[in-house]
């Protein structure tokens, strides 16, 4: 369930952007929350705290790599600020 979800994680960041990171991570929460709420409706599925908590860590997991990735080009982009600035 974790590695599931930190592909998502990093969408999330990637969609919202560095800065809002934070958004990334309760986007990511929400989803897995809903997925696990619907759940309760299907025949056949269980909704469970622990794929709640394991998705939503694999969810804060991608925001983290999303947030290592990106990070030299964030860098990159402010020098190339300051010097043109």
């Known amino acids: ?3 599931m979800f930190v592909p998502l994680g990093i969408f999330f ?3 919202f952007g560095r800065n ?3 958004v990334a991570i309760l986007v990511g929460v929400a989803t897995t ?3 696990e709420f619907a759940q309760v409706f299907l025949p056949g599925r269980v909704s469970d705290v622990r794929d709640l908590i394991a ?9 983290l790599i999303g947030l290592l990735l990106t990070a030299s080009k964030a ?5 190339r600020a300051a010097t043109t600035g």
């Open 13 to 15: 960041l990637l969609t």
């Open 1 to 3: 369930n974790i590695l």
């Open 20 to 22: 809002r990171w934070w």
């Open 75 to 79: 860098r990159q982009l402010r020098a």
């Open 55 to 63: 998705n939503s860590a694999g969810a804060l997991l991608g925001v």
């Open 33 to 35: 929350a809903a997925i």
